[in-house]
């Protein structure tokens, strides 16, 4: 997918990160379509090919690249750890995002409000996104997906192998996705690093912050004066 360009390579430091970030671990079945993506087999856990990975990356950053209007390309993820990323992926890109429950009917029922007719689908698991795949197959509209060795593939145009079920593997990849977009697209170019920090797409849990208790001023007593001795 590279076309065998240096500017389009796999760079030593997108290697470190995924491999860090444990994108390259599979899960302990294969699906058939997904074989050609496995390089091997270790402890029960299948290894993917982190270079495949990434030639699938470009081909999907080149498509929704292509799109003219962001706002046409859709990013979908109902499970938690992908949420906080398709909503930073969709401020970064000019992307439309729906984070959480994906409605019945929002591709193909025209009467409800939440009625959307995207150019382009991105998911991140295709298992727990399976209502927004399949009413997609139904209004002809493209699926690009992240993908693990055990994801179902049906529908999915173009599937990404990666780690789906690690919080950390599925921020990195919407990242690298994101940062890739906006150097075809111009945005950003490619002599210098993005600003933006692999962490802010990272899922997090919602933690109660602790109620600072106003410190109450200590007051000094009053002098007993009408005790006091008569000078």
């Not at 993917?48 to 962001?70: F, G, M, Q």
């Amino acid at each position: 997918m590279s076309g065998g360009l240096k500017v389009l390579a796999l760079q030593k430091e997108d290697v470190t990160k995924m491999l860090a970030a444990g994108t390259h671990l599979g899960a302990g079945n294969v699906n058939f379509q997904m074989l050609s993506y496995v390089f091997k087999k270790r402890n029960d856990v299948c290894i993917i090919d982190v270079k495949k990975t990434w030639e699938k990356l470009l081909l999907a950053a080149r498509v929704i690249a292509s799109i003219e209007n962001p706002a046409d390309v859709c990013v979908i993820s109902s499970r938690n750890y992908g949420q906080r990323a398709v909503l930073k992926f969709a401020l970064h890109t000019g992307a439309t995002a729906i984070a959480g429950r994906f409605t019945p009917g929002t591709f193909t029922n025209q009467i409800q409000a939440a009625f959307k007719e995207p150019r382009l689908l991105v998911v991140t698991d295709p298992s727990a996104d399976h209502q927004a795949i399949m009413e997609s197959s139904y209004v002809n509209i493209p699926v690009i997906s992240f993908c693990n060795t055990d994801s179902p593939t049906k529908y999915v145009d173009i599937a990404i192998p990666c780690n789906i079920k690690s919080i950390h593997s599925v921020g990195l990849m919407w990242w690298l996705l994101a940062r890739e977009v906006r150097r075809m697209r111009g945005d950003t170019p490619r002599t210098i690093e993005w600003d933006v920090m692999p962490d802010l797409y990272f899922f997090r849990e919602e933690t109660k912050e602790e109620e600072e208790v106003p410190e109450v001023p200590e007051v000094q007593p009053a002098q007993d004066t009408y005790n006091a001795a008569p000078q």
